[in-house]
């Protein structure tokens, strides 16, 4: 089964919204992420980065933006593939499908960001097309909901637990080193 690294959303907008205060969880996600891309480069394994681009000139994701931007350590080699998406799945008018499908890859390790989101919309959207998704639990950021009581913790811990049950195979990066060490550091 052939695997990739397909890395959600993860632009500036994340790194402003740590910065203003807004609840995130997990602490971690970001630098985990990290070690996972950075894995998967050392191995020169398939890595697929994705970003939410508004066509609004005057959307916060516009790309003209800093918020558009890929976050520090995100920005792609020039040889992965990128994708921009102007809503929440990755699948969405694309061309993603069509690449996977060229290169053979049936298996998806998913990071990013926001988990209540973009991340659940494409993982959904992977399995509904028959791909096999492993999402790196503590490699994907949620936050907050504005103007609700609900936390990022809590936000989280739902939408894995729902991607879980039926969409996706849960694994921390512990779990994703020890599974993955004979073919990626």
């Not at 996977?100 to 990071?111: C, D, K, P, R, Y």
Request: hydrophobic share 45%; with cysteine.
């Amino acid at each position: 089964m052939a695997d990739a690294l397909l890395i959600i959303d993860m632009q500036q907008f994340v790194q402003q919204r740590i910065d203003q205060g807004i609840d995130t969880f997990p602490p971690q996600a970001i630098e985990n992420g990290l070690l996972i891309l950075n894995a998967y480069r050392q191995r020169q394994r398939p890595v697929i980065h994705i970003y939410h681009h508004d066509h609004d000139s005057n959307g916060t994701l516009h790309p003209d933006q800093l918020a558009a931007m890929p976050l520090e350590g995100f920005q792609p080699l020039p040889n992965e593939k990128f994708f921009i998406k102007h809503g929440s799945s990755a699948f969405s008018h694309t061309g993603l499908y069509q690449h996977l499908l060229a290169e053979g890859i049936s298996h998806l390790t998913v990071i990013g960001a926001v988990a209540g989101f973009c991340v659940n919309s494409t993982v959904r959207a992977a399995s509904d097309l028959g791909l096999s998704v492993t999402l790196v639990d503590d490699a994907v950021l949620s936050f907050a909901l504005a103007g609700t009581s609900y936390n990022a913790e809590l936000l989280w811990n739902t939408t894995l637990a729902l991607l879980a049950a039926d969409f996706a195979a849960l694994s921390s990066l512990a779990q994703w080193r020890s599974e993955n060490e004979n073919s990626i550091e």
